[in-house]
């Protein structure tokens, strides 16, 4: 009974004009926060584009630093062997740059969203080692040469160390063995010398792939290659990352003389997904999937909020080191996690909710620090 009266207060709180902020009208984020580390969003396409208006004037008020959550990814900007595919990433660039916010790219190699071309050969076979050196040369030297000296900061590798710390067994992997790494840096230091270079990971709270990217980025300082941050992904949820393990990362990272950047922050709302999970109907299964299809339980929005507020605190604590914070989507109906892992689920992971509204926490921590 009591959980139905909150609800319809939380209804009848976001129906009325008066309870509503706009997101524009809070102190901006980066006056905010800019002088411990870049503010960052990914954007979508129709906020690049300002077809999302709302979406995009939340950026433009409080970021100064946007990343592609999709279209500088090898399927999308390189599609076919002979074709790049530009505009998409054009408009990304020059939404940055006619609102002066500075840009990171994302992402040169990474197994996923890699066009389906770059590891085969005609008969469908990989190529050889020499040929997958030169397409990946071509892709970088051809991406990164394209927003020479516009984009401040690659993510030159993304995802390539497992849990065990062991490399992932893909098809650079395969082709190429470790130096698809090194190879990787190489490129994209020879195509803009000025741009910073980065590895980017999930998942790195957990102390073996902790190490494992430790090792490799150790590896890449002794040969003398530039890297000049490692980036936490910071994909959480209720119950993970483990707050110790995640700092101990992060102090880890630090240690190898690198920055720390958090590349791709949310946390989901919704209880931990199993496929194993026993659930006997399917109106529960359902149900399960997708708890909180309206609104969130008060109860679940506190802690979310006061998980979210320890995250942000110890960012913040740690700013001599971390240089750049991102938010993984601008609201919470632009998150991935809408559709991971089973599609048609109503998560709560980002900043700013479906109505475009600072989310508690955050305006907490604003009003606090913006007397500071
Ligand atoms: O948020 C991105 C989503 O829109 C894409 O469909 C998905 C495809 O793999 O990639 C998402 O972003 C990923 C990011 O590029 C790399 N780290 C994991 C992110 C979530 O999957």
């Given amino acids: ?42 954007i979508n396409d129709a906020q690049a584009k300002e077809i999302d208006k709302e979406g995009a004037a939340i950026v433009k008020h409080h970021f100064n630093t946007v990343v592609a959550e999709n279209v500088m990814k090898c399927s999308e900007i390189h599609p076919e062997k002979n074709r790049y595919h530009w505009d998409d990433a054009d408009a990304f660039v020059e939404f940055a740059e006619r609102n002066g916010m500075t840009v990171i790219g ?7 969203q890699l066009a ?71 490129y994209a230091h020879e195509a803009d010398p000025e741009a910073e270079l980065y590895y980017n990971d ?15 980025v150790q590896d890449l300082k002794r040969r003398g290659l530039r890297i000049d941050a490692v980036g936490m992904q910071a994909h959480m949820g209720m119950d993970y990352p483990d707050f110790r393990e995640f700092e101990d990362a992060l102090n880890a990272f630090a240690a190898t003389g690198c920055k720390v950047m958090i590349t791709e922050w949310d946390m989901s709302a919704l209880p931990t997904f199993s496929r194993s999970s026993n659930v006997g109907d399917v109106a529960a299964y359902q149900k399960a999937l997708n708890p909180y299809p309206d609104a969130l339980p008060e109860d679940v929005s506190a802690h979310w909020n006061s998980r979210m507020d320890a995250f942000f605190s110890l960012f913040l604590r740690h700013s001599d080191v971390i240089n750049r914070v991102t938010a993984w989507g601008v609201t919470d109906g632009n998150s991935w996690k809408n559709g991971f892992p089973v599609r048609g689920r109503h998560d709560y992971p980002l900043l700013f909710d479906r109505n475009y509204e600072m989310k508690p926490f955050l305006k907490n921590l604003v009003n606090y620090h913006k007397h500071k």
């Fill in 106 to 112: 994302h992402c040169l190699i990474w197994h996923s």
């Fill in 116 to 186: 389906p071309w770059f590891l085969y050969d005609d008969e469908g076979k990989y190529v050889s080692a020499d040929t997958l050196k030169a397409r990946m040369r071509d892709h970088i030297h051809a991406v990164v040469g394209r927003y020479k000296g516009r984009v401040k900061g690659w993510d030159v590798v993304n995802e390539a160390i497992v849990e065990s710390g062991k490399y992932r067994n893909s098809g650079f992997y395969k082709i190429l063995g470790e130096e698809f790494i090194p190879l990787a840096f190489q």
């Fill in 202 to 216: 999930y998942g790195m709270n957990v102390p073996g792939r902790r190490d494992g990217v430790v090792r490799m």
């Fill in 1 to 42: 009974m009591k959980h139905t009266f909150s609800l319809l207060v939380i209804a009848a709180a976001s129906l009325g004009a008066s309870a509503a902020v706009p997101a524009t009208s809070e102190p901006a984020l980066k006056d905010v926060f800019g002088d411990k580390f870049r503010v960052a969003v990914a």
